[in-house]
């Protein structure tokens, strides 16, 4: 005898469409039932009545429109404050600008009178000077080792820039034969720090991409921008301290061409001592 399938009844013919459902509907008894839907304010209820929206949802609703509308006006704020401080920085170096055109205006016309009158005009002494290490550690005095310390020059090529005074010279005395120092132009000042800027913020090197970081540190002594730190220097402001503190020492190249030679002063063909007012030109080859 064949055997019957599943498919099949006793009769030998296939189950009908109603059956089929009935047989559907047992098979899904035991499945697990949706939840129910959450209820919306406004909508009614099995008796009719509306649902009320709860309480906790509305509170949390309101908190969040007012989080939402204070960090609107915050931005706004911010904004605000931004395009007044761009505004200033902008005044600023428009003013510096000035400034220096008629310095070098009225230094010009000095100098034009003297020559006229058959005298000389003396300039008046430079009060800042960078100072840049040319030498390393090998047979370096303790004495000679202190200096190089106090003045920040750790490393070969390393720069600074120092308020010139009785102490200073004394101590550029000392360490010559391991260094070269001169007086800066404002040219010199200004590409050295924007191209070659680092400053101290938290112990750290950091670059100085903008000038939020400026303000976050100088803006107690009026120095909110690269303009106003750029000029304390140049100038020798009353908080040139805390400005060239907060400079990090300057990380130059070796000069084009090489040095002369690092033993001998600068007056007698050397590298090493003061070589004044050409040290812009040694710049340009370290830079």
Not at 43 to 63: H, N, V
Not at 236 to 241: L, T, Y
Request: charged share 30%; glycine share 6%; hydrophobic share 35%.
């Amino acid at each position: 005898m064949q055997k019957k399938t599943e498919a099949t009844t006793e009769t030998g013919k296939a189950p009908t469409a109603s059956k089929r459902q009935k047989k559907g509907k047992e098979k899904g008894k035991g499945k697990r039932k949706l939840p129910p839907k959450k209820p919306v304010e406004g909508e009614t209820g099995a008796e009719g009545t509306k649902i009320p929206f709860p309480e906790s949802l509305k509170k949390k609703a309101r908190i969040n429109a007012e989080l939402r509308l204070a960090e609107i006006n915050q931005k706004k704020l911010w904004k605000k404050k931004r395009a007044e401080k761009r505004k200033e920085i902008f005044k600023r170096a428009q003013k510096y600008a000035a400034e220096y055109k008629a310095k070098a205006r009225h230094l010009l016309h000095l100098k034009r009178t003297a020559r006229k009158a058959g005298i000389f005009y003396v300039e008046p002494e430079a009060k800042v000077a960078l100072i840049i290490r040319i030498k390393g550690i090998m047979g370096v005095s303790p004495k000679v080792r202190k200096v190089l310390q106090l003045l920040r020059l750790r490393q070969i090529n390393n720069a600074v820039f120092v308020k010139i005074n009785k102490p200073i010279l004394q101590m550029l005395k000392i360490a010559e034969p391991y260094i070269t120092w001169g007086y800066p132009t404002f040219k010199t000042i200004r590409a050295l720090f924007y191209k070659r800027g680092f400053v101290k913020y938290h112990g750290q090197r950091i670059p100085i991409t903008s000038n939020d970081i400026i303000s976050r540190s100088l803006a107690k002594f009026n120095i909110i921008c690269a303009e106003d730190l750029i000029h304390e220097i140049y100038t020798c402001g009353p908080h040139f301290k805390k400005a060239n503190n907060f400079l990090w020492p300057f990380k130059l190249s070796n000069p084009t061409g090489g040095w002369v030679k690092k033993n001998i002063h600068f007056a007698e063909g050397g590298d090493a001592g003061n070589r004044e007012y050409f040290i812009n030109r040694l710049f340009k080859q370290m830079n």
